[in-house]
């Protein structure tokens, strides 16, 4: 079962490895797992916004509230840090046993459109022991898996990017707007991440996946992080788009390679 509170709710425990409770600001959920009680992950919800041409400020730190129900969200929430972004953003969580579902809300309170808005969400694995050192995307051969490290990428570049087949001319337009990370001649078969451990030396496999049907772009780092961006589509003056996606956890028998 998934277990899954604010980052300040998760500090005031006193649990929080360093630097965790030091260094995290922007909307942040920490994400545990009964079957994995040695890790703690962070998601970001969101990390940061932009259009087809500007990538805005980071957000800052939310007020996470947590329903009767179990769901986590927060509302009416500043895009940007800069003030000349006028923009929203409202975002709940539930989770429900294995997995957990999120929903993201941009609305354009400016006076211009917002041609294809998008938003990026960050998924670290740095707490997670041996999961950190096994994220993967699936860009191999039929949509099989594949280790980030060894993918086709100049080492010197801390954040990459490569975008969705299916949403690959969006893609293409976004990404080449962050050259310094684009990865155009990776591609992904679907709008997925994920991370593995094997169980206590047991020949089974615990797997942690993020996924979304919006997602347009997806990022890996040295972080390590498993990251993704999801898109809204156009936001003209006065309207919202809404991006939704989820995370699950599971187990499979291990097949040596």
């Not at 041996?130 to 191999?140: Q, S, W």
């Not at 954040?159 to 707007?177: F, M, N, T, Y």
């Not at 972080?223 to 809404?242: A, H, K, R, V």
């Amino acid at each position: 079962m998934l277990k899954v509170t604010s980052l300040p709710e998760f500090v005031a425990t006193g649990c929080a490895p360093d630097p965790l409770a030091r260094t995290e600001t922007v909307p942040t959920l920490i994400v545990e797992w009964d079957r994995a009680q040695d890790a703690y992950w962070a998601l970001r919800l969101f990390e940061y916004c932009g259009t087809r041409d500007i990538r805005w400020d980071y957000p800052s730190a939310a007020e996470w509230a947590t329903g009767s129900d179990g769901r986590i969200s927060y509302g009416d929430h500043p895009v940007s840090q800069d003030a000349a972004v006028a923009g929203r953003v409202d975002v709940t969580a539930t989770p429900a046993g294995d997995a957990l579902t999120f929903e993201i809300t941009l609305r354009n309170e400016s006076s211009s459109s917002w041609p294809d808005a998008w938003c990026w969400i960050c998924f670290v694995h740095r707490w997670a022991r041996a999961f950190e050192a096994n994220c993967e995307l699936p860009v191999g051969p039929e949509g099989a898996w594949a280790p980030c490290a060894p993918l086709p990428a100049p080492k010197e570049r801390w954040l990459k990017w490569c975008p969705v087949r299916a949403r690959r001319d969006v893609g293409d337009v976004i990404g080449q707007g962050q050259a310094h990370m684009w990865q155009p001649h990776i591609e992904a078969a679907r709008g997925a991440v994920r991370a593995w451990r094997m169980y206590l030396g047991a020949p089974i496999q615990q797997f942690i996946e993020l996924s979304s049907d919006d997602a347009i772009i997806l990022g890996w780092s040295h972080w390590p992080c498993t990251d993704m961006g999801l898109y809204f589509g156009s936001i003209e003056p006065g309207q919202s788009g809404t991006v939704q996606g989820n995370l699950r956890v599971f187990e499979e028998p291990y097949k040596p390679i």
